[in-house]
């Protein structure tokens, strides 16, 4: 099981080691596909060098049937028809190509984007597949090393209890300085709230990217399915499936989605390196780790509020979000014992709420990104693993800093994180 006590609030029991060992897993490669020309043939090479062969990938190309008939989004519509040219020359045994591009089959009104897209995928996928086979949602800029579907199907083996694999990403650089600098930036943010949710043993410590998720199909079924939303579909759907069950967020394998300026959704990494190359980062602030302590203390008040009204240092902001003062009496009425109610404490302060209320109180603090970063370095993150460039973090300044100076946080970060990720691996 989880070896942190808020990260195990929810464990289902899934398959068991034995079926998990035994039983043979086909992976279902679950992938969305619109203007991407340049960069599938790359991604489809790494998924046809795969060491562990028993595969199949379903590709869903797609745009808004509308285009067609816009002149700017013409070129989108015939590099879409190139796509499928090029997948059509793939063997049929291992390829199934979901046609919502060509005119007259893309998508009408508002069901469009790469939520419907990965979601069509994977509806395809669990109508056809075992409950024990993997669903592995990837995006056509990812590459990967030959071992990484074995690797999948390890975790599998190793966490049997766990429902889903947020796995670990590392962007490589470019060679360019604007989209180095941004990519850095961008990942800097997410792992320094990666590894704050990590340090408070917070049961929605996954980082949500839709290339790189996988899960059982069984737990895709349990949860009704991804739901369907022009951005940010991969964090919902994790959310969703944390709140069934355990995540494992660690695997020695990592993908590499490419860091690019792309305007394909409407946020995610393309859209934040675009506004961060222009200069903003507000929607990306460096949260300090104060912020996160006062999360861990209402976590640890759950138990003793299943017993009494006591105050928590979320209180406010949790009357002010669901617009109650009888928030925590509520849950107690409909929740017979302390599990189920903190059980309920956590799903109604999800990952969702963590990051309105982060985004809440960041705007309070008299320190700017930087200093919050060596804060954070300094007074939390060097007693699990030392950093040794202290005149670095006194002289930072992200608009200045050359793009190898970010790249040494970034790695220092990630060493920080991978140490953590794998103090909680789910057995």
């Known amino acids: 099981m989880c070896h942190c006590n808020n990260c195990s609030f929810l464990i289902n029991k899934f398959y068991t080691f034995d079926e998990m060992k035994t039983r043979p897993q086909k992976i279902h490669v679950a992938l969305p596909v619109m203007d991407e020309v340049e960069f599938l043939p790359l991604c489809i090479d790494c998924i046809e060098s795969q060491s562990y062969n028993d595969y199949h990938v379903v590709i869903c190309v797609n745009q808004p049937d509308e285009w067609w008939e816009i002149s700017a989004k013409k070129e989108v519509c015939e590099r879409n028809k190139k796509t499928i040219e090029f997948l059509s020359e793939k063997n049929k045994g291992n390829y199934t190509i979901i046609d ?56 599998f083996i190793e966490s049997p209890t766990a429902v889903a694999l947020s796995n670990p990403y590392y962007h490589k650089l ?29 049961p929605y410590a996954f980082t949500a990217l839709g290339s790189a998720i996988a ?93 009494e009204e006591v105050p928590v240092p979320l209180d406010n902001f949790m009357k002010s979000q669901f617009r109650s003062d009888n928030i925590w009496q509520a849950l107690r ?62 002289s930072l300044t992200f608009k200045e800093c050359p793009v190898s100076s970010m790249d040494e946080i970034r790695n220092y970060l990630v060493k920080v994180e991978e140490i953590l990720q794998q103090k909680i691996i789910l057995v």
């Not at 069509?120 to 109508?127: E, L, P, R, S």
């Not at 597949?129 to 990812?142: E, H, P, Q």
């Not at 800097?188 to 340090?199: D, F, V």
Request: net charge positive.
């Open 174 to 202: 470019t060679g360019h300085d604007a989209e180095d600098k941004a990519i850095l930036r961008y990942e800097i943010y997410m792992r320094n709230y990666a590894i704050n949710m990590l340090l408070i043993q917070s």
């Open 333 to 394: 009425e409909n929740n017979k014992d302390a599990a189920h109610f903190v059980r309920a404490c956590h799903e109604k302060l999800d990952g969702l709420r963590i990051l309105q209320y982060l985004k809440s109180e960041q705007t309070k603090q008299c320190l700017n990104d930087e200093q919050c970063l060596a804060d954070n370095i300094i007074q939390m993150f060097s007693g699990i693993y030392q950093f040794n460039n202290a005149q670095l973090l006194k």
């Open 100 to 155: 919502k591009s060509s005119k007259g089959q893309g998508w009408q009104g508002n069901k469009k984007g790469v939520g419907w897209a990965r979601k069509t995928a994977m509806d395809h996928i669990a109508k056809n597949a075992n409950d024990t086979d993997i669903i592995l949602s990837l995006d056509a800029d990812t590459i990967f090393s030959k071992e990484y579907f074995k690797s999948i199907i390890d975790c």
């Open 215 to 307: 899960l059982p199909v069984g737990s895709h079924k349990a949860i009704g399915g991804m739901t369907p939303k022009l951005s940010g579909e991969d964090f919902y759907f994790l959310q969703k499936l944390r709140k069934y069950g355990n995540i494992r967020v660690c695997n020695e394998e990592k993908v590499h989605p490419a860091a690019r300026f792309s305007d394909r959704v409407f946020f995610g990494t393309g859209p934040a390196m675009i506004k961060g190359n222009k200069g903003d980062w507000e929607s990306y602030p460096i949260y300090h780790h104060g912020l996160f302590n006062d999360i861990k203390k209402s976590y640890d008040g759950f138990s003793t509020l299943f017993k």
